[in-house]
């Protein structure tokens, strides 16, 4: 399953909302009726933290500006409130089909 | 604590293997699976394999099939990654990450800090 992230950057203003897409080749829904869609944050020289997983349930100890939507093929990762620790690469990642899969990425700056 | 420990970087010669370990504390090691992700220099994120310590089983990317070998050991509750034939492009952190072995945990929720590897003449 191929997963497509947009933007691949985004250069977003403190204080402001971000948004990343994640497009998969094909339906994340699996027949147990959940679907395996994750997201993944990666902050410079670290490794990839848990966001967000089955597509909107935050992870413990995430803020409440991170939340995620989508269904199908379709998903979005939105941060509320973009603050400076947010700075890093966002991955979104399926574990629906075999093999997992990840998006390209989406690197978020802050402008 | 909960955390995996990844064992230490690594600098190989091409056409040799390396072993990398990954020890889990904290939780029950049979509760979860033992993925492998690796990142080149400046790219994301790919998935390797991984081991369901429960099962003895292991999984394998079409990409690495033949080069790659994932065992556990539940007595340590270390997971291990061979991967053989090294050239250069293997050169990337390799990541050990645990995924619940139930369906509804089938997320990447612990990340060890990673392993660098570098293959070079």
């Known amino acids: 399953v191929v997963m497509t992230q947009t933007p691949l950057s985004s250069s977003v203003t403190l204080g402001q909302p971000a948004s990343i897409s994640c497009r998969s080749s094909q339906s994340l829904a699996h027949i147990d009726g959940n679907t395996y869609l994750s997201w993944l944050q990666q902050r410079p020289g670290q490794p990839p933290s848990l966001l967000i997983y089955?597509?909107?349930k935050r992870f413990s100890g995430v803020p409440d500006r991170f939340s995620g939507s989508g269904a199908g093929t379709n998903f979005t990762l939105r941060i509320s409130r973009v603050e400076a620790e947010d700075v890093g690469v966002y991955y979104c990642t399926q574990a629906t089909h075999f093999p997992n899969t990840f998006g390209q990425g989406t690197k978020l700056e802050i402008k | 604590q909960v955390q995996l420990v990844q064992s230490g970087a690594e600098v190989k010669k091409p056409g040799s293997s390396v072993n990398v370990s990954c020890k889990a504390s904290g939780d029950t090691f049979t509760d979860y699976t033992f993925n492998w992700v690796r990142q080149a220099p400046g790219q994301g994120l790919e998935w390797m394999g991984r081991i369901i310590p429960i099962l003895g089983q292991a999984n394998y990317a079409q990409n690495f099939q033949g080069r790659v070998t994932i065992t556990a050991d539940k007595s340590t509750s270390t997971a291990y990654m061979i991967l053989s034939s090294l050239r250069s492009e293997d050169t990337a952190v390799y990541y050990c990450?645990?995924?619940?072995?139930?369906?509804?945990?089938?997320?990447?929720?612990?990340w060890g800090r990673g392993t660098p590897i570098t293959v070079s003449s």
């Open positions: 990450a645990r995924a619940g072995v139930a369906s509804t945990h089938w997320y990447f929720d612990l």
């Open positions: 089955r597509v909107s």
